[in-house]
Protein backbone atom coordinates (compact mmCIF):
# COMPACT_ATOMS: atom_id res chain seq x y z
CA UNK A 1 0.00 0.00 0.00
CA UNK A 2 1.30 3.33 -0.67
CA UNK A 3 2.41 5.72 1.84
CA UNK A 4 -0.93 8.12 0.11
CA UNK A 5 -3.07 5.41 0.56
CA UNK A 6 -2.24 4.84 3.95
CA UNK A 7 -2.10 8.10 5.09
CA UNK A 8 -6.00 8.79 3.73
CA UNK A 9 -7.06 5.48 5.20
CA UNK A 10 -5.86 7.10 8.49
CA UNK A 11 -7.66 10.38 8.21
CA UNK A 12 -11.06 8.64 7.28
CA UNK A 13 -10.97 6.71 10.29
CA UNK A 14 -10.67 9.73 12.09
CA UNK A 15 -13.74 10.95 13.61
CA UNK A 16 -14.30 14.56 12.26
CA UNK A 17 -12.95 17.48 14.49
CA UNK A 18 -9.74 15.43 15.09
CA UNK A 19 -6.36 17.10 15.50
CA UNK A 20 -3.52 15.49 14.73
CA UNK A 21 0.53 15.44 12.99
CA UNK A 22 2.71 13.03 11.41
CA UNK A 23 2.76 11.27 14.28
CA UNK A 24 -0.82 10.18 14.95
CA UNK A 25 -0.20 9.07 11.07
CA UNK A 26 3.05 6.59 11.65
CA UNK A 27 5.15 7.93 9.22
CA UNK A 28 8.59 6.30 8.91
CA UNK A 29 11.31 8.90 8.43
CA UNK A 30 12.12 8.07 5.01
CA UNK A 31 8.50 8.72 3.90
CA UNK A 32 7.81 12.16 4.59
CA UNK A 33 8.39 13.78 1.57
CA UNK A 34 5.18 11.50 0.13
CA UNK A 35 3.49 12.13 3.10
CA UNK A 36 3.97 16.03 2.92
CA UNK A 37 2.85 15.70 -0.75
CA UNK A 38 -0.48 13.57 -0.11
CA UNK A 39 -1.27 15.77 2.98
CA UNK A 40 -1.20 18.97 0.70
CA UNK A 41 -3.74 16.81 -1.67
CA UNK A 42 -5.77 15.96 1.14
CA UNK A 43 -5.62 19.84 1.77
CA UNK A 44 -6.59 20.59 -1.64
CA UNK A 45 -10.02 18.49 -1.84
CA UNK A 46 -10.80 19.92 1.67
CA UNK A 47 -10.42 16.53 3.33
CA UNK A 48 -8.60 18.27 6.43
CA UNK A 49 -7.13 21.88 7.10
CA UNK A 50 -3.25 22.82 8.18
CA UNK A 51 -3.81 24.30 12.03
CA UNK A 52 -0.61 25.16 12.11
CA UNK A 53 2.95 23.40 10.65
CA UNK A 54 3.20 20.12 11.42
CA UNK A 55 -0.79 20.25 12.76
CA UNK A 56 -3.64 19.13 11.19
CA UNK A 57 -7.08 18.18 11.59
CA UNK A 58 -10.14 16.82 9.71
CA UNK A 59 -13.00 19.61 9.67
CA UNK A 60 -15.92 18.87 11.22
CA UNK A 61 -19.14 19.25 8.79
CA UNK A 62 -22.69 20.36 10.23
CA UNK A 63 -25.66 22.08 8.24
CA UNK A 64 -24.06 25.20 8.42
CA UNK A 65 -20.61 24.06 6.73
CA UNK A 66 -17.63 22.90 7.98
CA UNK A 67 -16.51 23.85 11.49
CA UNK A 68 -12.74 24.05 12.61
CA UNK A 69 -11.64 23.38 16.59
CA UNK A 70 -11.51 25.81 18.90
CA UNK A 71 -8.39 27.48 19.53
CA UNK A 72 -7.57 25.21 22.41
CA UNK A 73 -8.56 22.05 21.12
CA UNK A 74 -5.77 22.92 18.28
CA UNK A 75 -2.93 23.52 20.92
CA UNK A 76 -3.43 20.04 22.05
CA UNK A 77 -1.10 18.24 19.93
CA UNK A 78 1.54 20.43 21.69
CA UNK A 79 0.58 19.20 24.68
CA UNK A 80 2.02 15.55 24.15
CA UNK A 81 5.59 14.44 23.03
CA UNK A 82 5.60 10.46 22.17
CA UNK A 83 2.13 9.96 23.73
CA UNK A 84 3.65 11.39 26.73
CA UNK A 85 2.51 14.58 28.45
CA UNK A 86 4.75 17.69 28.39
CA UNK A 87 2.87 20.54 29.02
CA UNK A 88 -0.51 22.60 30.19
CA UNK A 89 -2.48 25.67 29.15
CA UNK A 90 -1.90 28.06 32.07
CA UNK A 91 -2.75 32.08 32.39
CA UNK A 92 -5.84 33.64 31.99
CA UNK A 93 -7.38 30.96 29.31
CA UNK A 94 -6.86 28.61 32.71
CA UNK A 95 -8.55 31.20 34.71
CA UNK A 96 -11.33 31.52 32.92
CA UNK A 97 -11.89 28.27 32.90
CA UNK A 98 -11.26 27.70 36.38
CA UNK A 99 -14.31 30.75 37.10
CA UNK A 100 -11.78 32.71 38.68
CA UNK A 101 -11.58 35.56 35.38
CA UNK A 102 -14.48 36.34 33.19
CA UNK A 103 -11.79 37.97 30.21
CA UNK A 104 -11.13 35.60 27.05
CA UNK A 105 -7.36 35.80 26.58
CA UNK A 106 -6.03 36.86 23.01
CA UNK A 107 -2.98 34.83 23.30
CA UNK A 108 -2.26 30.90 24.66
CA UNK A 109 0.25 30.07 27.65
CA UNK A 110 1.51 27.00 27.63
CA UNK A 111 3.86 25.98 30.59
CA UNK A 112 6.44 22.43 29.94
CA UNK A 113 9.66 22.48 32.28
CA UNK A 114 11.27 20.50 28.54
CA UNK A 115 10.79 22.80 25.69
CA UNK A 116 9.99 26.33 24.96
CA UNK A 117 6.63 26.30 23.02
CA UNK A 118 5.94 28.88 20.76
CA UNK A 119 3.27 28.46 17.56
CA UNK A 120 0.05 30.75 16.46
CA UNK A 121 -2.90 28.90 15.47
CA UNK A 122 -5.22 31.06 13.58
CA UNK A 123 -5.39 34.63 15.98
CA UNK A 124 -3.76 32.97 18.90
CA UNK A 125 -0.45 33.35 19.69
CA UNK A 126 0.74 30.33 21.40
CA UNK A 127 3.66 31.88 24.29
CA UNK A 128 5.82 29.49 26.51
CA UNK A 129 5.84 29.35 30.01
CA UNK A 130 8.59 26.94 32.16
CA UNK A 131 6.83 24.74 34.36
CA UNK A 132 8.69 24.42 38.03
CA UNK A 133 8.73 20.52 37.79
CA UNK A 134 8.41 18.10 34.66
CA UNK A 135 4.84 17.94 33.68
CA UNK A 136 2.78 14.47 33.61
CA UNK A 137 -0.74 13.09 33.10
CA UNK A 138 -0.92 12.60 37.01
CA UNK A 139 0.34 16.32 38.30
CA UNK A 140 -1.00 18.39 36.01
CA UNK A 141 -3.95 19.53 37.62
CA UNK A 142 -2.64 20.41 41.00
CA UNK A 143 0.10 22.55 38.67
CA UNK A 144 -2.95 24.08 37.38
CA UNK A 145 -4.55 25.32 40.79
CA UNK A 146 -0.78 26.10 41.81
CA UNK A 147 -0.65 28.07 39.21
CA UNK A 148 -3.77 30.22 40.00
CA UNK A 149 -2.44 30.30 43.74
CA UNK A 150 0.75 31.84 42.17
CA UNK A 151 -1.12 33.85 40.04
CA UNK A 152 -4.05 35.53 42.30
CA UNK A 153 -2.23 39.06 42.20
CA UNK A 154 -2.38 39.95 38.15
CA UNK A 155 -5.41 37.37 37.25
CA UNK A 156 -7.57 39.97 35.39
CA UNK A 157 -11.04 41.03 37.24
CA UNK A 158 -10.04 38.58 39.65
CA UNK A 159 -12.56 39.20 43.14
CA UNK A 160 -10.19 37.70 45.63
CA UNK A 161 -12.50 36.14 47.93
CA UNK A 162 -14.46 34.97 45.53
CA UNK A 163 -11.30 32.96 43.86
CA UNK A 164 -10.51 32.08 47.80
CA UNK A 165 -13.92 30.11 47.74
CA UNK A 166 -13.31 29.02 44.44
CA UNK A 167 -9.92 27.40 45.15
CA UNK A 168 -10.58 26.23 48.27
CA UNK A 169 -13.73 24.00 46.35
CA UNK A 170 -11.34 22.92 43.85
CA UNK A 171 -8.48 21.87 46.40
CA UNK A 172 -11.09 19.84 48.79
CA UNK A 173 -11.97 17.39 45.97
CA UNK A 174 -8.10 16.75 45.50
CA UNK A 175 -7.71 12.76 46.55
CA UNK A 176 -4.34 13.16 48.05
CA UNK A 177 -3.38 16.33 49.03
CA UNK A 178 0.13 15.46 50.45
CA UNK A 179 1.08 15.27 46.45
CA UNK A 180 0.11 18.80 46.34
CA UNK A 181 2.10 19.83 48.93
CA UNK A 182 5.12 18.10 47.31
CA UNK A 183 4.91 20.15 44.42
CA UNK A 184 3.96 23.77 46.06
CA UNK A 185 7.99 23.02 47.89
CA UNK A 186 9.11 23.43 43.65
CA UNK A 187 7.03 27.48 44.07
CA UNK A 188 8.07 30.59 45.13
CA UNK A 189 7.45 30.90 49.07
CA UNK A 190 4.14 33.10 48.74
CA UNK A 191 2.69 30.14 46.66
CA UNK A 192 3.64 28.00 49.54
CA UNK A 193 2.37 30.50 52.04
CA UNK A 194 -0.84 30.61 50.00
CA UNK A 195 -1.58 26.90 49.38
CA UNK A 196 -0.48 26.24 52.72
CA UNK A 197 -3.16 28.91 54.51
CA UNK A 198 -6.14 27.09 51.73
CA UNK A 199 -5.33 23.93 52.98
CA UNK A 200 -4.98 24.90 56.58
CA UNK A 201 -8.18 25.78 56.26
CA UNK A 202 -9.37 22.70 54.89
CA UNK A 203 -8.29 20.94 58.07
CA UNK A 204 -4.91 19.75 57.12
CA UNK A 205 -2.72 21.25 59.96
CA UNK A 206 -0.31 18.30 59.85
CA UNK A 207 0.44 18.00 55.75
CA UNK A 208 1.00 21.59 55.77
CA UNK A 209 4.11 22.05 58.30
CA UNK A 210 6.31 20.88 55.25
CA UNK A 211 5.27 24.48 53.58
CA UNK A 212 4.99 26.66 56.99
CA UNK A 213 8.91 25.32 57.52
CA UNK A 214 10.02 26.13 54.12
CA UNK A 215 8.89 29.73 54.34
CA UNK A 216 10.78 32.52 56.37
CA UNK A 217 8.37 33.42 59.60
CA UNK A 218 9.44 37.14 59.74
CA UNK A 219 8.18 38.04 55.65
CA UNK A 220 4.99 39.34 55.22
CA UNK A 221 2.68 38.22 51.58
CA UNK A 222 0.52 40.64 50.23
CA UNK A 223 -2.70 39.35 48.78
CA UNK A 224 -5.35 41.26 49.94
CA UNK A 225 -7.70 38.48 51.01
CA UNK A 226 -10.14 39.32 54.04
CA UNK A 227 -9.73 37.46 56.82
CA UNK A 228 -13.49 36.41 56.53
CA UNK A 229 -12.36 34.58 53.21
CA UNK A 230 -9.32 32.84 54.80
CA UNK A 231 -9.63 33.09 58.46
CA UNK A 232 -6.16 30.97 58.42
CA UNK A 233 -4.45 33.33 56.58
CA UNK A 234 -2.63 35.15 59.99
CA UNK A 235 -1.27 31.71 60.34
CA UNK A 236 0.98 32.51 57.31
CA UNK A 237 1.82 36.29 57.48
CA UNK A 238 -0.90 37.06 54.30
CA UNK A 239 -2.29 40.38 54.61
Known amino acids: MTVAKRIENTIAGMQDGAIFGYQELSIAPGEYPAAAKAMERLKKKGVIDRASTGTFYKPKKTVFGTLKPAEEELVKPYLFENNKRIAYITGTSLYN ?11 LNIASREKRIITRIGNIQVRPVKSYVDVTDDNYPLLELLDAVKD ?3 IPDVDRDNAVKTLLQKLNNIPDKTKLVALALKYPPRVRALTGALLEQLGMKEAVVPLYQSINPLTTYSYRISNTALPARTNWNIV
Not at 97 to 107: D, E, F, I, S
Open 152 to 154: LKI
Open 97 to 107: RMGLTAQVPKN
